[in-house]
Structures are given as structure tokens and as C-alpha cells.
């Protein structure tokens, strides 16, 4: 049987609401009925629908929008995963007589979750894991525009504050980003944003989850060991901030859905010592050194973002950046760095250095790293006043994008690899 195209079938036709009122209809029929929208199986399509239908009153209720359901879902990527999308997100619906009469109502909203389902396996999944997140997407507010990042941390804060142990609160760590990332990617798929708008709110989602689990992992520490402690210059004691520098498409506020995040973890200074743990005999704990401290510190928050729970994960995390790369010290001193970067800097660390950006702990580590690193990637140290170290690294930069084309080349995929390829 030739199959119509999808445009020549009018939109909401009643005739399909047959297949959920008649009975007994033969497979010829079905596939008469169900051919307009384009389905590659249509009696999968079929059982999906029955599935969904249930009682007599949701089924009703259902054949009432079965007809906008199947043409919104025939204008995706992918109709079939749609419609077997709607039937998972259907069973694991609390009243599905409930979510029925609700789209009946909301044809926005039905058109939505049919893009969402034959556009996005992620997103689907994400209202599969949890449909209620169907009427928060309803609600004016969260599609229109994208909160600023004070408004996420202030949201995320909220979530979190209220709870008791670190284990819980990572848990709504979790399951903030999921509904976040719900948010962005609704935003995207119906162009109600563009693709600067997209990466900027990926890149200020992560900035305030990882500010988030640093907190949590900070506060347990400190609990533990007390507060990292250190001399300043003029010799008076005081707290030593951390910072969390982030590299890569992170520091360059470009995060795209899958990225990982490239980070580098800073401590002001690894001398001195924490200030231990008060109480009674069996409770109290003598300090750790600095040292030791933060990089309890960067190996806690490493696992709080990395770890995957039932919950999924927050972020996969690379710190292959950081001074000497995966053998290296997770934590470093401001002034390692600084030794570091003078003595042994390579010039692909230069480049890397160009996106750092602090994103978690002490602000004014972060920027005390900033400037440690421009005059590193500025070459001021250089002979010269810096002019033939600048030459150098201008050549070679270009010894390593000629590498990197001639790998791409010999692999054929020179217009093909979205990350290294031709531009």
C-alpha cells in the first residue's frame, strides 16, 4: 500500500480515534489508518497506542487527542521512538485519566512532549524517570527564559539547604541537573533559544552545581579535620582558600550536553595546618597538614561531581590539565603553580591556560591564579623583553595544528571529526 505523505493528512484527524473505539479492526485497516504519519512499523505503533489507552474512560479520553498525538509526533526525527516514548511516559504516570483530560486542554503542552519524545532519548528518558516534571515544563515561567546563574544557585540552594546529610544533598545535586538540563534542552529543541544562549546556560548550570558540591565537600571536611589554617605576609594566621579553576569548553563558557569538565583544583598555600576537630576526649582530632587537606579536599569533590548513583551523576571530571598531568598532585600551591609554569610550562599549556576561569571556592585565589597565568601565556619571563619566546610559541602553536590536521587526514576525517576537524 502506498503511504501518503504527512503533510496531506489533516491535522487531528477524528478517523484515527478508531483505532482506540473500534474493535476488532484488521491489520489492513490499522496500517489504512495509521499510514498518513510515516510510522516504519505501524502495528508497533498500534500496540503502543492499546497500551496507553487502559480503562474505558482514559481510552476515551485518550482517542479525544490521539489524532494531534500522532500528527505532532509524525513532524520528529524519529515517530516510532516517539510514540514508544509515550508509552512508557504514560505508564509510569501516576492517573493517566488525569494526564489525558490535562493535554486534552493543553495542546501546547502535548506538542512539546511529542517533540521531546521523538526528538530527545535523553529528554524522554528524564520525564520517564520522573513525569510530574511535565507540569513544571507547563508553568510560564521555565520556558520563556532561562534563569541567570544567581537565580540557579539561589534555586539549587533551596533545594539543598533544607537537607541533613551529604549523601542527600549530592542526591539533589543530581536530580537538580537533570531537571535543569530538562529545561535547556526543551529550550533548545523548540528554538526558544539559540545556541549561545544553549552552551551559555549549560556553562552557568555547571559552574553552580560544582560551586554547590564544593560546599557540601568543604563543610564535611571542616567538620572532620577543621579549617586549613596559613601565616600571610605579614604574619598574621588565617584561613587558606582553595579555588576550582575550570579549563576547556567549561572556562570558556562554552559547555555543549555531554562535555565532561576539564578543571584544575588551587590551594592559596600548602603550609600550615587545619585547626582540628573540637570536643570531647573520643570526638576531638588533631589537625592535618594543609598539604594533606586539600587534596582530601580535590579527591572528594572529584568523586561528589564523577560518582554515578541511582540518581545518575553530576559531571564527569578531567583534571589530565593540571601541572604534570594524571601523575601529578591533585592540589597544588599557588606558588607551585607559579615554579611550575616558569620552569617546566609547555607551550599546549599556554593554550590551554587561554580559557582557565575560577568557577568554585575563593575568589580571590581564582584571580591571584589568573594573573599567575597571564604572564605565562603572555611569555613576559621570555629573553627579550618576551619577543622570542612569542615567536616560538606562535610556531608553535602551529606545529600543533598541523599535527593534529595530519591526523585527522590520515584518518579521513578531516571534515568529518566535529571537534578536530576542518575549523
Known sequence: ?????????????PAVSALLLAEGLAPAEVQRLLAPYGFKNARRVDQNLQAMAGEPRSRALLAKIVGDLLDAVSHSADPDQGVNHWERFVEVSLNR?????????????LEVLCSVFGNSPAMAQTLIRDPVLVYWLAEQRVLI??????????????????????EVK???????KRREMLRIGVRDLLKLADVRETIAALSDLAIVLIQG?????????HREYGAPMHRNREGRLVQTGFAVIAMGKLGGGELNYSSDVDVIYVCESEEGRTTGKSGHARSARPGISNEEFFEYLARDLTKALAETTQEGYIFRVDLRLRAEGSVGKLSRALE?????????????????????????GSPAVGRAFLRMARSFICAKQGLDGGAALR????????????????????RGLERRHVKLGVG
Open 97 to 109: 485519566t488525569q494526564l489525558f483530560d490535562y493535554l486534552g486542554g493543553s495542546p501546547r503542552m
Open 1 to 13: 500500500m502506498a503511504t501518503h505523505s504527512v503533510k496531506s493528512h489533516p491535522a487531528g484527524s
Open 170 to 176: 549530592l542526591e539533589a545535586l543530581r536530580r537538580f
Open 391 to 410: 615567536e616560538t610559541v606562535v610556531e608553535q602553536v602551529k606545529a600543533i595544528k598541523t599535527m593534529i590536521d595530519g591526523k585527522m587526514a590520515d
Open 213 to 221: 558540591a564544593y560546599q557540601i565537600v568543604q563543610t564535611a571536611l
Open 336 to 360: 607551585d603553580y607559579r615554579r611550575y609554569y616558569r620552569t617546566r610550562g609547555q607551550h599546549w599549556e599556554r593554550m590551554a591556560l587561554l580559557k582557565a576561569y575560577p568557577v568554585a
Open 145 to 166: 527564559r532561562r534563569p541567570t546563574r544567581a537565580a540557579l544557585a539561589t534555586l539549587l540552594a533551596t533545594s539543598v539547604d533544607v537537607l541533613t546529610t551529604d
